[in-house]
């Protein structure tokens, strides 16, 4: 009995804050829009009865997302976002990573101390803080003006280059971490046993070192793919009007078209959208706790 | 008549394969290796042996290049290696946690060195499983090293480091994470792999009974010196100093004052209440010089009566006995409480045997039986 209320309690918080709220979204995604409140058709009564309810719903709003190319655009472009955020990410969090794990052992939790205090400021603060440095007066512009390495102060706020620099600021700590820890774990023979074999310091690198952190990579990626690809915050306060992300698009329909149907079509593709990578995410992990077994 | 003993040690026209010159290791202050030189032959089964921290690691890994002497030469084939980096070198290292890479197979992590080599794959393929077969892991070659046992796991390091075919092959503490039945057996593998394939071998060991079973010639390490290099028997038998005699097996270790009394002939003083001890020693020891008495408990007799003829003859009551099975160790007390072992073959059994605590025993060896040594 005390088991099953053990196991019950993460479930219910999944059907209570997960399954319970889809289904909402995912009803209102089949109705049609109203001038009304809440803004949509139709309402569940029991006057009508449950026949006449479900009769009402349709697919309306998924061919409606099909046929405007603003969405699949939008979809698309969000895609090449998170991948290339992912994939920069990576690059610049594997040498730190690397670095941490090299590091002599008394270092190493002021280093890690140093990965995880950012996020003891708000995320929005910190973001907000990059239109600061980002801005044409921003503090980078200046710096490159005064030391006389640019001479016109470069736009970088409110383009995509600055939607790549905030996300992969934000995402990081959750690249580096379990890089970290792949590395960490690495015993160092193995390296000394590559190299006694031929290997040379970047043949040992990529034959050994690369493999056993690629779970380390992998989780890594998906940290940041994840959260990247429905990102809303950091497009719409450092991306311009050309940055077209699927989480801006989400949240326009609902609070400037008040179009709560579309927009939660739009919700529920992209939740589709990230089941793929989510249960790849899960399979990585399930297979490397079987392997450390 | 055996045709030729293997003693290359002996022979002055002989060219060490290797060979340390005034090779000193500094770790900060620390002095890790001492001003130390030191010639190994090809074919030969080199034992380092000596507590944790004497240095040998040290050499180990100077040898394969991981460290650089402070001072001093390392040569190979009579080329200076100092420079030469790990990969450049025709040696290979069998890794005390065996060093086996997880995310390959058996037979790829065999072939992992050949392929650095550029070798056409069907050679690769060869000499992958020659080794197999040299390991007897033929059964194993798809499996990954956590697939296997600790015992496995060590043939695949040994396949794997021999499979470059090596100038010479460091093994470190190979055997350690074996148990003991396995440890046996696989040391005479090893013996068996070394005489089949030619190969220099040189062990890192603290296991003096590996040591002496498996190697040709061992160096007793300490505090980054070699302390004696001699062939396990001269080690045993006639060891340089009170430390190496302790170190290596069981030892009674009897301090006293030696005085002449013929040509290679000594007596002891070590009680005035006691006769002196007589013993043989080829070292000249000055009238008067401390020395010290080393007797291994196995050349100790023990008997109820007191024996006639014996060169060295004490009284003692048996204080303990540790029976081991084959054998038995006898402590005995002096008069005077110095502790004496002696060992004896427990040829009856147990319920029959002559001595039991408490019993006045004599206890007697002869004048060749101890070896005199002065520190």
């Known amino acids: 009995m005390r088991r099953f209320a053990l196991i019950a309690v993460p479930y219910i918080w999944l059907l209570a804050l997960f399954l319970v709220p889809f289904l909402i979204v995912f009803k209102i995604s089949l109705s049609d829009i109203a001038l009304a409140r809440p803004p949509y058709m139709p309402q569940f009564s029991w006057a009508d009865g449950v026949w006449d309810f479900l009769s009402q719903l349709d697919l309306e709003n998924f061919t409606f997302l099909a046929s405007d190319d603003l969405y699949w655009k939008a979809y698309l472009s969000s895609l090449k976002i998170a991948l290339t955020s992912t994939v920069i990410t990576l690059f610049v969090a594997y040498p730190i990573a690397y670095g941490m794990a090299r590091a002599p052992q008394e270092w190493r939790p002021t280093l890690m101390m140093l990965v995880i205090l950012p996020f003891w400021t708000s995320f929005l603060i910190r973001v907000y803080s990059w239109m600061g440095i980002l801005s044409n007066e921003g503090f980078l512009n200046q710096f490159l003006l005064g030391i006389g390495a640019i001479s016109e102060p470069l736009t970088i706020l409110n383009t995509n280059s600055a939607v790549y620099i905030g996300i992969v600021y934000t995402y990081l700590p959750f690249m580096i971490l379990p890089i970290y820890a792949a590395l960490d774990r690495l015993d160092a023979s193995l390296i000394e046993a590559a190299e006694d074999l031929g290997c040379s310091r970047l043949q040992a690198f990529w034959l050994v070192t690369i493999p056993l952190s690629k779970n380390g990579i992998i989780a890594g990626s998906f940290l940041v793919f994840i959260p990247a690809l429905g990102e809303f915050v950091i497009p719409s306060l450092l991306g311009g009007s050309g940055t077209l992300m699927i989480g801006k698009v989400l949240w326009e329909e609902f609070f400037n078209n008040r179009d709560w149907p579309v927009a939660s079509a739009v919700a529920v593709v992209l939740l589709l959208i990230l089941i793929i990578p989510i249960v790849l995410f899960q399979r990585n992990q399930q297979k490397q706790s079987e392997e450390e077994s | ?375």
């Open chain 2, 1 to 375: 008549m055996p045709a030729s003993v293997f003693a290359p040690w002996n022979d002055p026209s002989e060219k060490p394969l290797i060979r340390f010159r005034n090779v000193t290791k500094r770790f900060g202050d620390f002095t890790a290796i001492d001003d130390l030189s030191l010639d190994i032959f090809e074919r030969e089964f080199f034992a380092l042996l000596g507590p944790s921290g004497c240095g040998k690691t040290t050499m180990m890994r100077m040898l394969a290049g991981f460290e650089s002497p402070s001072d001093g030469s390392i040569e190979l084939a009579g080329q200076d290696i100092v420079s030469v980096p790990p990969n450049k070198r025709a040696v290979n290292m069998m890794f005390q946690s065996y060093a086996l890479f997880p995310h390959l197979t058996i037979w790829d992590n065999i072939a992992f060195g050949l392929r650095r080599d550029k070798r056409p794959k069907l050679d690769i393929a060869d000499r992958v499983e020659e080794m197999l077969k040299l390991t007897r892991l033929e059964k194993f070659a798809r499996r990954k090293p956590h697939q296997i046992s600790g015992g496995q796991r060590q043939r695949v390091a040994l396949a794997r480091s021999l499979a470059k075919a090596p100038k010479l092959l460091l093994l470190d503490e190979p055997l350690g994470a074996l148990d003991k039945k396995l440890r046996q057996d696989t040391q005479f593998e090893l013996m068996d792999i070394q005489e089949k394939t030619g190969t220099t071998f040189v062990i890192v060991t603290h296991d003096q009974e590996e040591a002496m079973t498996v190697a040709s010639r061992v160096a007793v390490m300490d505090e980054g010196r070699l302390i004696q290099v001699a062939t396990p028997d001269a080690i045993y038998e006639a060891p340089n100093s009170v430390y190496v005699a302790d170190f290596i097996g069981d030892v009674n270790i009897i301090a006293g004052i030696a005085s002449s009394t013929g040509p290679g002939r000594y007596k002891i003083a070590w009680r005035e209440d006691q006769a002196p001890f007589v013993a043989m020693s080829d070292k000249p020891f000055s009238e008067g010089a401390e020395c010290y008495l080393a007797i291994r408990p196995e050349k100790v007799q023990i008997s109820a009566q007191k024996p006639d003829e014996a060169a060295n003859t004490v009284q003692g009551t048996v204080l303990d006995i540790a029976y081991l099975g084959n054998i038995s160790t006898y402590i005995v007390e002096l008069a005077n409480g110095t502790q004496i072992k002696a060992q004896i073959a427990n040829t009856r059994r147990i319920s029959n045997r002559s001595f039991t605590w408490e019993d006045t025993v004599w206890l007697s060896w002869s004048d060749t039986a101890g070896i005199l040594l002065d520190g």
